[in-house]
């Protein structure tokens, strides 16, 4: 069983930063590939950045590409979403999620029904 708590979110104007974390629980989290995902009020869960288990590897939607940074420190069961240049359009609740079905895994899965455990999110809002 694994068990992830975002936070970090918060209120921020346009063009700000925000830094999410998430903790995860378990002793193997180390071989899992982690995700972020966000969903709008009336949206889809959409993907956000991936990271496989050696964090050699990462992935992210075009939208946010060159502003938002996934890193993670697994002597920490740590995961981590640097988000800068915010936009109003990131407003969202941010989950962090586990894919603990594929461990050590070189892929990074973008759809939100490759991943078996999920926080409770942390809301992101974003000012103009």
Same mark, same amino acid.
């Given at each position: 069983q694994v068990q992830l708590?975002? !936070?970090?979110?918060?209120? /921020?104007? #346009?063009?700000g930063s925000l830094r999410l974390s998430c903790a995860a629980s378990g002793r193997t989290f180390s071989s899992y590939t982690m995700g972020w995902f966000r969903q709008a009020p009336g949206k889809e869960c959409? @993907? /956000? #950045?991936?990271?496989?288990?050696?964090?050699?590897?990462? $992935? $992210?939607?075009?939208? /946010? =590409?060159?502003? @938002?940074?996934? !890193?993670?420190? +697994? #002597? =920490? +069961?740590m995961v981590y979403l640097q988000m800068n240049s915010l936009k109003p359009e990131d407003t969202a609740v941010y989950y962090c999620a586990a894919d603990a079905g594929r461990p050590y895994t070189n892929v990074v899965l973008t759809t939100w029904s490759g991943y078996n455990y999920w926080g409770q999110g942390t809301q992101v809002s974003v000012s103009s």
């Open positions: 708590m975002e !936070s970090g979110g918060g209120l /921020v104007q #346009a063009g959409e @993907f /956000v #950045a991936g990271i496989i288990w050696s964090g050699s590897r990462t $992935y $992210y939607v075009d939208s /946010v =590409k060159g502003r @938002f940074t996934i !890193s993670r420190d +697994n #002597a =920490k +069961n």
